[in-house]
């Protein structure tokens, strides 16, 4: 089983439309994250989540928005998508407790790679 | 935020000779030295990684060492072969950074044959 898995694999869209990434785990971890990863592969921290919670929300446009309907799930909406949206989008988890930050090994997705057009 | 230097940004080396790979970092608080290598097409996985109570680590090919007093750590991969053919990414967390993995800007290693 995928310990964490996140759709679409490939998203090719045009500027200015509005698309989501979705992301689950089953690990049983608190913490959820997502990255962008850019051409000269750079691995950005964007948001990070701890039981549903917004922990880190990093400098990034407020047309990205993530929700975490529950700690096993963390998607990622974009509004109005730029040409410079364009990357690889990892979404990766790792151990919490409760109130008490853990680090740990953090698992990633297998990554979607968003093309604007 | 902590700022992790990484260097070198590239690194060829001929199969069966080492690599190394050094990262700085800002933040004394940091305790926790993970390591992670990404193939081409891949998610970045981990490889290996020390605590700050430790000084060195070693697993088969692979050993990190850790410099608290220079806070610089390293990883050194012996006996290369194609398959250790990636990019690397260091990241040095904080105790109280709720496992913010901000990665050092990465090392693309190419062994050639």
């Known amino acids: 089983d995928t310990a964490v898995s996140q759709t679409p694999k490939y998203l090719v869209t045009q500027m200015g439309n509005d698309k989501s990434i979705k992301c689950e785990q089953n690990?049983?971890?608190?913490?959820m994250y997502w990255y962008k990863q850019d051409s000269k592969k750079f691995l950005k921290i964007m948001f990070s989540y701890n039981n549903k919670e917004l922990i880190i929300n990093e400098t990034v446009p407020n047309r990205f928005s993530p929700k975490s309907p529950d700690k096993a799930h963390l998607n990622l909406h974009i509004n109005s998508l730029e040409l410079g949206d364009s990357a690889v989008y990892f979404c990766?988890?790792?151990?919490?407790?409760?109130?008490?930050?853990?680090?740990?090994?953090?698992?990633f997705g297998q990554g979607t790679r968003l093309t604007v057009v | 935020g902590e700022n992790v230097e990484q260097h070198p940004s590239t690194l060829s080396v001929q199969e069966g000779d080492s690599a190394v790979i050094k990262c700085t970092y800002s933040d004394s608080a940091s305790n926790y030295f993970p390591w992670y290598k990404q193939e081409l097409g891949k998610r970045p996985q981990l490889i290996i990684d020390?605590?700050?109570?430790?000084g060195e680590k070693k697993d088969q090919r692979i050993a990190v060492t850790l410099n608290k007093t220079a806070k610089h750590f390293s990883l050194h991969i012996t006996e290369t072969q194609p398959e250790d053919s990636a990019v690397y990414f260091c990241a040095a967390i904080p105790t109280d950074s709720w496992g913010k993995f901000q990665f050092g800007a990465g090392t693309q290693v190419v062994v050639t044959p």
């Open positions: 690990l049983g971890h608190d913490t």
């Open positions: 990766a988890s790792s151990q919490g407790a409760g109130t008490v930050p853990m680090n740990t090994e953090a698992f």
């Open positions: 020390i605590r700050s109570n430790v």
